[in-house]
C-alpha cells in the first residue's frame, strides 16, 4: 500500500504557473502508474494526466495538453505537474492518484489510491 500526500497547490494569476509535487510513502512510487485528476466546484472529478510506470507512455486531457506536463523521479518517490499559462477554468482541486493497471489509464475506478488533494485558484 502507497500513501500519496499532494503539495504545490496556491493561487495564481490566469497565465501564470505552478508545478505540483506528490510524494510517496509506505511503498515505491515506480511500481503503480501515476495519475493527476482534478475536481472543480460542483462538477465531478475528471482526468487531467498520467504517466507509466518508466515514464514512457503519457496521456493528458485535451483540456490541458500542451500546458501540462506530468513526470516522475522514482529515484526521490515523487510525481510532479507542470501547469503553465494556467486558465480560470483549471481552478479545482488536485488529487494524485496510483493505479496497479498494466497499462497508463484514464478512468477514476482504475486507481486504488488516492491522495487528499491541494487547491490550485487561477484567477482573472
Known amino acids: 500500500q502507497v500513501q500519496l500526500v499532494e503539495s504545490g497547490g496556491g493561487l495564481v494569476q490566469a497565465g501564470g504557473s505552478l508545478r505540483l509535487s506528490c510524494a510517496a510513502s509506505g511503498r515505491t512510487v515506480s511500481s503503480y502508474v501515476m495519475g493527476w485528476f482534478r475536481q472543480a466546484p460542483g462538477k465531478e472529478r475528471e482526468f487531467a494526466a498520467v504517466i507509466s510506470r518508466s515514464g514512457g507512455r503519457i496521456y493528458y486531457a485535451d483540456s490541458v495538453k500542451g500546458r501540462f506536463t506530468i513526470s516522475r523521479d522514482n529515484a526521490k518517490n515523487t510525481v510532479y505537474l507542470q501547469m503553465n499559462s494556467l486558465k480560470p477554468e483549471d481552478t479545482a482541486v488536485y488529487y494524485c492518484?496510483?493505479?496497479?493497471?498494466?497499462?497508463?489509464?484514464?478512468?477514476?475506478?482504475?486507481?486504488?489510491?488516492w491522495g487528499r488533494g491541494t487547491q490550485v485558484t487561477v484567477s482573472s
Open positions: 492518484a496510483g493505479s496497479s493497471t498494466l497499462y497508463p489509464a484514464t478512468s477514476l475506478p482504475s486507481y486504488d489510491y
